[in-house]
Nanobody, 124 residues
């Protein structure tokens, strides 16, 4: 079993920045990809960004392309999401996910492990 713990959320004004972190622990025995999804009240969980085990493949939702950057540190089993130029529509609970097969699929049901999430609120 793999445990994921997110941190770094908070309240920020539009145009500001936040950096989210997700630390993985437990039985990490395979090469797993990681991703960030977000869920706003009353909406489906949506893909934000994903990164392969090697870090060589990165994917972004169109809505965050050019503003967000995903990275990972395999030594510490941590994935980061640097969020710049934040907008009120970025407000959501951000969840970290991990996939044992090193795939990056923009569908929440495809991911094997999830964290509890961290709240990001962007004020206008």
């Amino acid at each position: 079993q793999v445990q994921l713990v997110e941190s770094g959320g908070g309240l920020v004004q539009a145009g500001g920045s936040l950096r989210l972190s997700c630390a993985a622990s437990g039985r990490i025995s395979s090469r797993y990809s990681m991703a960030w999804f977000r869920q706003a009240p009353g909406k489906e969980r949506e893909f934000v960004a994903g990164v392969s085990w090697s870090g060589g493949r990165k994917y972004y939702a169109d809505s965050v392309e050019g503003r967000f950057d995903i990275s990972r540190d395999r030594a510490s089993n941590t994935v980061y999401l640097q969020m710049n130029s934040l907008k009120p529509e970025d407000t959501a609970v951000y969840h970290c996910g991990a996939d044992r097969d090193d795939l990056v699929v923009p569908t929440s049901g495809a991911w094997d492990y999830w964290g509890q999430g961290t709240q990001v609120t962007v004020s206008s």
